[in-house]
């Protein structure tokens, strides 16, 4: 069964750039999750899609961050502008039931 | 909300040691329990997991009990090796939170030969 795929891997951009970053989740999971990890921290959910709709977007800060999950498969989640404090890896995962999500490798960021 | 807490790292160990990561949670109802693990330079792994009261989770010599009376999911491995050395994150979902999984800092451990 192929996991969770997320690109790229690693990115590095200017502050007030804007930066994409593209998931597929395992088959069939209708539940996907983006989260933020920050050097030395726990993972926080940004945002939670059931199929193609949004469960809980309370911690994304919507002034920059965008997200979608279109036909409730793929997602990409954006950050427009940049600032310094978003370099971070941004993980996805996906879910089938019962809240066990499986993680892709994570998206490096690096905001200079 | 629902939150969880864990022991804060780093944690140090020989080889063969005993290892004990705590975790305490607060959430509504009874929520399913997760240890995560993330070896270096790799992304999050389920290591092990428990879905009521009294359940015993166990993956790779790692076991963690569903403690409600407490709120606890303590990680414990009887021996460790240096092949254990990663961030151990724990973690929860409920359904009264549309299964939100929230985790806690994440505790690192390293394990010297």
């Known amino acids: 069964e192929a996991g969770v795929a997320q690109s790229p891997r690693y990115k590095i951009i200017e502050k007030r750039q804007s930066v994409a970053f593209w998931c597929n989740p395992i088959?069939?999971?209708?539940?996907l999750y983006w989260y933020q990890q920050i050097l030395g921290q726990g993972p926080k959910l940004l945002i939670q899609?059931?199929?193609?709709?949004?469960?809980?977007d309370s911690q994304l800060p919507k002034d920059r961050f965008s997200a979608e999950r279109l036909k409730g498969v793929d997602s990409t989640l954006k950050i427009q502008p940049a600032k310094l404090e978003d370099s971070a890896v941004y993980l996805c995962?996906?879910?089938?039931?019962?809240?066990?999500?499986?993680f892709g490798q994570g998206t490096r960021l690096t905001v200079v | 909300g629902d939150s969880v807490t864990q022991m804060e790292g780093p944690v140090t160990l020989s080889e063969e040691a005993f290892l004990t990561i705590n975790c305490t949670y607060t959430?509504?109802?009874?929520?399913?329990l997760f240890w995560y693990v993330q070896y270096p330079g790799e992304g999050l792994q389920l290591l092990l997991k428990?879905?009521?009261?009294?359940d015993k989770g166990s993956n790779k010599g790692f076991e963690a009990t569903y403690r409600k009376e407490t709120t606890s999911f303590h990680l414990e491995k009887g021996s460790v090796q240096v092949s254990d050395s990663a961030v151990y994150f724990c973690?929860?979902?409920?359904?009264?939170?549309?299964?939100?999984?929230?985790f806690g800092a994440g505790t690192t451990v390293t394990v010297r030969a």
């Open positions: 995962a996906s879910s089938l039931d019962q809240g066990e999500a499986f």
């Open positions: 088959s069939g999971h209708a539940t």
């Open positions: 899609f059931q199929n193609n709709g949004v469960v809980d």
């Open positions: 959430a509504t109802g009874y929520p399913s």
């Open positions: 428990a879905t009521k009261a009294d």
């Open positions: 973690a929860l979902s409920a359904v009264f939170n549309d299964y939100k999984l929230s």
